[in-house]
């Protein structure tokens, strides 16, 4: 029975039927839940929670059960949802300036571990081959937005912006299949304990798995921004 009510958090009734985006718009918070459960809803924002489900081989009641623990602390936000597109705009700029900060100076630490301890774990010889080309398409992709996007909406010139939109949503599944090969590679950033007080290099993984799980949610927040509020307000009219 897709249509029964499962749970009412933050005043929406959810049921199998409702999208992820839904969800995750609706309910501050969720967002962290569908991470935690390697369920994309940024770029499979219109699959059903009942899909979604099935495809991670969770119960989606247990699901709703982290949703609503995670809702139950975190801050609530604006509906972005109903804000008008130039303060939409302007609030994925500002997740463009923390990556712009962030890519950089993740790699810089990735290998200063890998300088302190080289080979030490796999992982981290990982993130340093794969790093740099990482951060380069990422930081491309927001120069193209950039300029080929977001200046076209400021100027509600969006006749020509289908194959624009069509590239970034390709773009964004590329990041969605790299993000996802980072939190296995670091064992969903599992922190390691250590009786040695010295290990520093231990410390600074526990630092950077700590980082990239802020930078993996952030980005998946700001893809689902783009591919779930934003282009779909821009699409023509068919
Ligand atoms: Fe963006
Ligand atoms: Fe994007």
Partial sequence: MSDAVLATINDLPITLATTA?????????????????????????????????REAGIDPVAF?????????????????RRKPTPELVAHILTFHDAHRRDL???????NDIEVAAPGRWEEIQQLADTWPLFAAETERHLAYEEENLFPAVAAGDLAALGPVMARLREEHEGHDHRLADFRTWCEDFRIRRTNNPRDEALRSVNDLHRRLEVFELELMEHMHLEN??????????A
């Fill in 64 to 80: 709703l059960g982290e949703v609503a623990a995670a809702a139950s602390t975190a801050p609530r936000g604006p509906d972005w």
């Fill in 228 to 237: 779930n509020l934003l282009f779909p307000r821009l699409a023509p009219p």
């Fill in 104 to 110: 950089p100076a993740l790699g810089h630490l990735i």
């Fill in 21 to 53: 985006c839904e969800i995750a718009s609706a309910i501050p918070g969720a967002s962290k839940a569908f991470v935690l459960n390697r369920m994309d809803w940024c770029c499979k924002g219109a699959m059903s929670l009942g899909d979604h489900c």
